[in-house]
């Protein structure tokens, strides 16, 4: 076998350190990691080798390393480790520094990684908000009925900004997975391990397996100190299909309407927002959003409940959580205040709806689009290399089909 | 003194309801011809009543008082009778926990064994210490490092004159050459600065102390409290008197020079204790040019625990590559430290150390086997290990390698001559002249006048290391009053080596005050006996000298022996070996356990009788606990306790065989490497005998399976009353003693 140069880099350690596995170089390589993990290969199961790759700073073995993405920080590891080492926080880390790693522009993947960044962040789309208020010549907390659409943000604004986001983050996905997928199978052409055999199979196959094993979350099951967070999860996700499947159906009424000329037929109402409460696409939001908060509210109990066992988790999951539960809260509470505004006479309507109404709104506003226009750079980015390296892993050989 | 007797029964623990007391008494005053009166049994013997019923026959005048209660080696305090002989006959352990109750066989048991208690006072005296006459009770330290400093100072403080006597010109020793010293106090973070220093400045000005630098040992003479020893100072020598010894000479680091395959050799390749030097001149810098060094790869177990080199752990490397890392970390914080391991083993609280180190992003360590180090061109090094969890085959670049060398004991080159000595010697007179013509003598560092030899004894199979009853007496060599300590014992870290010292000074200690009350040392540190030999009759065989494990018995001019009393620990070795019989002791001899066998012991026509004599110091305790237990005991067996298997006189087989026993057991030790007898070899002596007693039983048309000896440690109780029931099956097949009834 071929002999390694290895090449420390105290940077890349202390980048890990910093990145949330402060840890690290508690490991003393015991392997008790490997044994009580469930969702590692038998060959040259992680998160042993991750852990002393990480000690040394072998950002090379660790950036493109698609065990790095097969663990589900589970937290077995952590909770059983006998030096306090938190492999799943390291790993988590790990992560964090491969998203960062490929994501592009870099400045915006350091930004969103860094709690000081925050503010600025943030400041982004505050702004591309307010200047849409203004060039609509709309008021910031508009008078009469709440209607969003029509007096605080109009569809065309809303779509143009959104797209705008969603086509700079589609960008930032493609680009970085197109390199971490270079970088995947180079590393199965320079490397030495038994396991990577390129026994490439049909990639749609794989591609479906990939895509069946996530919408059961089969692997997240098999998780034993945090058996809660597959369910969980599981809520959030489908929390997540759901709303898309409910915007793009919004999407097919209001164009249907427009461009097709399609009208309300049945419980279908093609045609301008809002929509009434039984109109199934209507339904299928309100159930996807009531879904998402129950999930993220239960993510969060659990890590809080876990925290002692499976670690506190880094300031990029719970950035990511935050952004999620302020997604939802605020979406559900607009909709609510909305309801209640028309819930109530004219002479009882107060002041006071509309001035939290549409500041709620704003905040959601500005959440989704946190969240759509930084995806590649915040753990959102998760799914999309989670799935590239899944997608390796049974491409490579690097997993037995059993999953 | 006129022997008065008060014979006493207990009824408790079972023994009341095993036996029938009335009847034991009968026979016991029958049997050994004691007034019927003297006899008396209690409830609770050793209930405040019962004593006080013994302390009243005292006060009136008894003076031998035999108890037949539990076994000797509990309640001692209870049954302590001062100025009377007071012997122990276990009722309770050998027969009421482990045989039938109120069953013949038994009580017959129990007869035979209150006979031969009464019978054992009766042939015995009450002991006398033997105290020489101008014993000293200064203490010499041999070393003076950190082991021999601590030995010194805490003799000193307790009050007794200390000689140290150290070879180089100054104190300290290795201690005094390292730059900083790994961290003792918590949070265990911070290296600390050398303490030897301060101990050094504290020995130098302790009054109790007399310091000789640059001293060595020409000769050491005599025995504990009374040791002439010479030494030799700038080339004039004088004669000092002490009564013992710590002995501290440490070690030496392992000959790198051996070890070329991890490059040493290459400037850039040092040692730990080099390490040292650099890091105590200021900034770590590369031999070869000069330079800095940034990646500093440290070697663990460099020619340790490795069968080529020194097979074993030398347990401070691991610690103090940990130190050097943070050497290097303090002086640069752009080096890295990178160390190769087996295994890290840092001991008892050095392991807060190890984690404190780890948590440094600089200091990066990995399991692997280190295979080469070789150039890697402009003065930097490739490490290659195998085995390593970052590769199967991984290539390092340094700017300076250090190897972390292991401990080699002083006493080692000393202990590989005598060796090496006794090997040419089995080859012939020629061999061993050749060897000693061309093999240079190391220095000795006691020089002993003993006729075992010059040095502390080697141990099989412990590298040179002095020698040590580790399982049971760490500090105990086989020269009674000389005391290892430290790094010439067995590899260990400064903390461990000053708490060793500080017991090897008390054992000391110990000693000195022992032969001031004419007591053995050890390990029967209560005994006043000593061995009384019958000088008349002394046919000066010399077997008693040459079977003394202790070298207590020299020969004067005329080669006649004599006991060097003080070095001697009362195992009764000596009389075992006598031919003549004529070494006795005052509640052992050849006599006593002649007499209880022939007279204690009734032979009947019907069944069969079997004779063990246990060793008291493993076996017998492990009879003992087999009665905790509740195990079985055969009831054919008399148990009769031994000093050691080494004190077994044959003559004790012979006549038991004569008298129609059926069969002996010597129940002892188990001998070989490593030995475990506390009298290192009493009963691998009592097997060479019975080795030749077997030839005669044979002519004597006697089975030799009659007599046996079975090995036991302490912890083999549970396999002990089998061991026996073999033995009684065994005698079966063979069939009764053909000289029963004769």
């Not at chain 1, 080798?49 to 390393?65: F, V, Y």
């Not at chain 1, 505004?341 to 549409?358: F, V």
């Not at chain 2, 290795?174 to 301060?198: C, G, M, S, V």
Request: charged fraction near 25%; charge should be neutral.
């Amino acid at each position: 076998m071929a002999e390694q140069i290895i090449k420390p880099d105290v940077n890349f350690i202390n980048d890990v350190i910093a990145a949330g596995g402060e840890s690290v170089k508690k490991c003393f390589q015991c392997a008790t990691c490997s044994v009580v993990c469930n969702v590692t290969p038998e060959d040259n199961p992680f998160p042993r080798k991750e852990m002393i790759h990480a000690q040394w700073g072998l950002k090379d073995r660790l950036i493109s390393n698609p065990d790095v993405w097969l663990c589900h920080q589970c937290s077995d590891c952590t909770a059983y480790c006998p030096r306090g080492a938190k492999p799943g926080e390291v790993l988590g880390a790990v992560r964090k520094l491969s998203i960062q790693h490929y994501a592009t522009p870099s400045f915006l993947a350091k930004a969103v990684g860094s709690p000081k960044a925050l503010i600025g962040l943030l400041a982004l789309p505050v702004i591309i908000f307010i200047v849409a208020i203004l060039m609509q010549g709309n008021s910031f907390i508009p008078e009469g009925r709440i209607v969003y659409a029509e007096k605080f943000m109009k569809v065309p604004y809303i779509d143009v900004i959104f797209s705008a986001a969603a086509l700079f983050a589609v960008i930032g996905f493609i680009m970085g997975v197109s390199r971490y997928w270079k970088d995947l199978t180079k590393s199965i052409e320079m490397s030495s391990n038994p396991w990577q055999r390129k026994v490439k199979g049909p990639m749609i196959a794989i591609i479906l397996g990939t895509i069946f094993e996530f919408v059961t979350h089969k692997r997240f099951k098999k998780c034993e100190v945090t058996k809660d967070r597959a369910n969980t999860h599981l809520f959030v996700f489908f929390g997540f299909v759901g709303l898309a499947i409910t915007t793009t159906w919004a999407i097919a009424y209001l164009y249907g309407y427009e461009f097709f000329g399609i009208t309300a037929f049945s419980v279908f109402h093609f045609g301008e927002s809002p929509y009434p409460l039984y109109d199934p696409m209507k339904i299928v939001g309100n159930v996807s959003a009531i879904l998402l908060l129950a999930g993220i509210l239960q993510v969060i109990t659990n890590r809080r409940k876990n925290a002692e066992k499976a670690g506190a988790g880094s300031y990029f999951d719970w950035l990511f959580i935050g952004i999620i539960t302020s997604i939802v809260v605020t979406g559900i509470l607009s909709e609510v205040l909305r309801l209640a505004d028309i819930g109530t006479e004219d002479g009882l309507r107060l002041a006071d709806l509309r001035m939290l109404a549409y500041p709620t709104y704003f905040i959601h506003l500005v959440s989704v689009f946190f969240l759509f226009a930084y995806a590649p750079f915040s753990k959102m980015a998760h799914m999309v290399y989670r799935t590239t390296a899944l997608v390796f892993a049974k491409y490579s050989g690097r997993e037995e089909k059993k999953y | 003194m006129e022997k008065k007797f008060g014979v006493y029964i207990c009824k408790g623990c079972g023994i009341g309801e095993a036996l029938n007391v009335d009847d034991l008494k009968k026979a016991t005053a029958g049997g050994a011809k004691v007034p019927a009166e003297a006899v008396k049994d209690h409830g609770i013997l050793c209930s405040p009543e019962g004593l006080e019923m013994i302390r009243n026959d005292v006060k009136e005048g008894t003076t031998c008082v035999v108890i037949g209660a539990c076994s000797p080696r509990v309640k001692f305090e209870e049954f302590d009778f001062p100025g009377t002989i007071t012997e122990r006959v276990n009722l309770r352990e050998f027969i009421a926990w482990t045989m039938e109750p109120g069953n013949e066989d038994t009580q017959a048991v129990a007869e035979d064994y209150m006979k031969m208690g009464v019978i054992k006072v009766q042939k015995g005296g009450l002991p006398e210490p033997n105290i020489l006459e101008d014993l000293s009770n200064t203490i010499m330290v041999i070393g003076g490092g950190i082991t021999g400093i601590t030995a010194a100072l805490e003799a000193a403080d307790a009050g007794y004159k200390v000689f140290l006597v150290e070879k180089e010109a100054e104190l300290g020793g290795w201690a005094a050459k390292l730059y900083k010293e790994t961290p003792r106090l918590y949070p265990y973070d911070k290296l600390e600065e050398p303490r030897i220093f301060d101990k050094i400045k504290e020995v130098e000005s302790n009054e109790n102390v007399t310091i000789y630098k640059a001293t060595t040992v020409e000769k050491t003479d005599g025995q504990p409290g009374l040791f002439d020893v010479t030494l030799r100072t700038n080339g004039s020598s004088q004669t000092v008197k002490v009564g013992a010894f710590v002995m501290a000479a440490g070690w030496k680091p392992y000959d790198a020079s051996k070890l070329e395959y991890l490059g040493y050799g290459n400037p850039n390749v040092i040692t730990n204790v080099q390490m040292e030097e650099i890091a105590k001149k200021g900034k770590i810098v590369r031999p070869s040019d000069g330079k800095e060094a940034k990646k500093i790869a440290f070697i663990q177990c460099a020619g340790s625990r490795d069968a080529n080199h020194l097979p074993y752990c030398s347990s401070f490397c691991c610690g103090t590559s940990l130190k050097q890392a943070k050497y290097v970390r303090e002086k640069n914080s752009d080096a890295v430290a990178m160390i190769f391991y087996k295994d890290i083993r840092t001991p008892g609280q050095t392991e807060l150390f190890y984690k404190n180190m780890q948590n440094d992003p600089g200091v990066l360590l990995t399991k692997g086997d280190v295979t080469a180090i070789t150039d890697a061109g402009n003065g930097n090094l490739h490490v290659e290990a195998e085995n390593t969890l970052l590769g199967e085959k991984i290539k390092v670049e340094a700017d300076l390698v250090v190897l972390a060398t292991g401990i080699v004991p002083a006493t080692r080159a000393t202990q590989e001559y005598f060796d090496a000595l006794t090997e040419a010697g089995k080859k012939g007179d020629d061999a061993k002249k050749a060897f000693l013509d061309e093999t240079p003598k190391p220095d000795s560092i006691l020089n002993l006048t003993y006729r075992q030899g010059p040095e502390i004894p080697t141990l099989e199979g412990a590298y040179g290391f002095a020698d040590s009853n580790f399982i049971c007496f760490q500090y105990e060599t086989r020269r009674t009053g000389i005391y290892t300590a430290g790094c010439v014992k067995q590899p260990m870290t400064m903390s461990d080596a000053a708490e060793d010292a500080a017991g090897a000074a008390l054992k000391a200690i110990q000693c000195v005050e022992h032969v001031a009350k004419g007591m053995a040392v050890h390990p029967r540190a209560w005994d006043t006996t000593f061995p009384d030999p019958l000088m008349i009759k002394c046919t000066s065989c010399k077997r008693c000298t040459e079977e003394c494990p202790f070298g207590a018995i020299d020969e004067d001019e005329k080669g006649t022996p004599f006991y060097r009393l003080n070095r001697c620990r009362r195992c009764g070795t000596c009389m075992g070996a006598c031919p003549e019989r004529i070494v006795s002791f005052k509640d052992f001899s050849v006599d006593i356990v002649g007499s209880m066998i022939k007279d204690g012991v009734d032979v009947p026509d019907e069944g069969y009788r079997v004779i063990v004599l246990a060793c008291e110091n493993d076996a017998y305790p492990a009879l003992d606990s087999a009665a905790i237990k509740k195990m079985k005991l055969h009831p054919a067996v008399r148990i009769i306790p031994v000093r050691c298997l080494g004190s077994t006189n044959l003559v004790w087989v012979t006549d038991a065989l004569s008298r129609g026993i059926d069969g002996l057991i010597l129940l002892g030790c188990k001998y070989g490497e490593n030995y475990q007898c506390h009298f290192v070899k009493g009963s691998e002596l009592a097997n060479y005998r019975f080795s030749k007693l077997q030839e005669t039983l044979s002519k004597l048309q006697l089975e030799a399976d009659r007599c046996q000896l079975l090995q036991v440690a302490i912890s083999d109780y549970d396999k002990l009353p089998a061991m026996i029931d073999d033995f009684m099956k065994r005698i079966d097949e063979v069939g009764p003693n053909p000289f029963k009834g004769f």
